[in-house]
């Protein structure tokens, strides 16, 4: 089956910017999607980009696709300590009419002072 | 407000007893999920509806059951027969229609089920 792939882990300074990375082995995957989980709680989306999209921006939230190595990354600036959560990447083919998703392992994002 | 209304937040469960997650949407979305989430091992399908009246097996469907006969409620039935029950379920709902579909995933704020 499809695979998504992506680091436990990712701890960084406030105020610095995080980059979370992704890859994925579905070369139909028609969007690409991050999203957001608190503890304890359910998945919220962030954003996606369209697979025939490079780069989207969004506030402090840039998202950049290379397609030809089916990268995605994530990238927070002024990383705050709300931003402490975990960050699944996920990614599906329409193609068949279908949008079950396949989500990563998720990355846990630590924001330490 | 429209969302995704899980019950209960908490269980507690003797092995060998079954136990039913209450998913309620009212957002009317065609399509409702159930996932499993264990630490490290990210979110797993178990079973997926596209329509009432049918639903699909999912990644790890054994030892679990579902039902749709409402489009707004797609319950959960955790079985004496699934063997480590002990996670946190997420239900989620998606429309399913129209080209502005993007597949997002609305997510319920889950349920925690502990085997005692």
């Known amino acids: 089956g499809e695979d998504v792939e992506q680091s436990l882990f990712l701890s960084v300074r406030e105020g610095d910017s995080s980059v979370i990375n992704c890859t994925y082995t579905?070369?139909?995957?028609?969007?690409l999607y991050w999203y957001k989980q608190e503890p304890g709680a359910g998945l919220q989306l962030l954003t996606y980009?369209?697979?025939?999209?490079d780069m989207k921006q969004d506030q402090r939230l840039t998202v950049l696709l290379n397609k030809k190595d089916k990268h995605l990354s994530l990238r927070i600036a002024d990383t705050q300590t709300g931003d402490s959560a975990i960050y699944f990447c996920?990614?599906?083919?329409?193609?068949?009419?279908?949008?079950?998703?396949?989500f990563g392992r998720g990355t846990s994002l630590i924001v330490h002072p | 407000d429209g969302g995704i209304t899980q019950s209960p937040k908490y269980l507690f469960r003797k092995e060998g007893q079954n136990v039913t997650l209450s998913c309620e949407q009212n957002?009317?979305?065609?399509?409702m999920y159930w996932y499993r989430q264990d630490p490290g091992q990210g979110l797993r399908l178990i079973y997926y509806?596209?329509?009432?009246?049918?639903?699909q097996k999912g990644d790890i469907a054994e030892g679990y059951s579902v039902s749709r006969e409402k489009k707004e409620s797609f319950p959960l039935t955790v079985t004496s027969a699934q063997k480590n029950p002990t996670a946190f379920y997420l239900c989620?709902?998606?429309?399913?229609?129209?080209?502005?579909?993007?597949?997002?995933?609305?997510f319920g704020e889950g349920s925690r089920l502990t085997v005692l």
């Open positions: 579905d070369s139909s995957s028609t969007y």
């Open positions: 980009i369209f697979s025939n999209m």
């Open positions: 989620a709902s998606s429309d399913g229609r129209g080209n502005a579909n993007t597949g997002e995933l609305f």
């Open positions: 957002l009317n979305h065609d399509a």
């Open positions: 509806s596209q329509i009432v009246n049918d639903f």
């Open positions: 996920a990614e599906s083919d329409a193609s068949g009419g279908s949008y079950i998703p396949t």
